[in-house]
């Protein structure tokens, strides 16, 4: 640390600290773990597979068990993924009904 820092205040725990550390210390916590079935960390830019049959809402499909989707995004939620199947257009899933692949 040189003298140059800038110190904020960490409300959280009542210290003083470096504004840079503080900031990577929110950052890390507003991160989301996603996990899938059997617990793998799902990232952004994964391939997943599907579980069980699941009937799509309002596109009057079914998507069948070991359907791949490509190239998923996390949502910020820890139970829903993002993700693009070439019938369906707006795709959110709960990653409880898919593995990585």
């Not at 904020?8 to 210390?25: F, I, K, N, Q, V």
């Not at 070439?86 to 795709?91: A, D, F, N, T």
Request: aromatic share 4%; with cysteine.
């Amino acid at each position: 640390m040189s003298d140059s820092d800038d110190y904020a205040y960490d409300e959280e725990s009542g210290e003083w600290m470096p504004a840079s550390e503080l900031a990577e210390r929110k950052a890390a916590a507003s991160q989301v773990e996603v996990r899938d079935a059997v617990g793998n960390l799902l990232e952004d830019g994964d391939s997943v597979a599907l579980i069980k049959d699941l009937e799509v809402k309002g596109a009057g499909k079914t998507l069948k068990v070991g359907t791949v989707i490509k190239s998923i995004r996390l949502t910020g939620d820890p139970q829903e993924i993002d993700c693009r199947h070439e019938s369906i257009k707006g795709l959110v899933l709960r990653a409880e009904f898919v593995r990585k692949r």
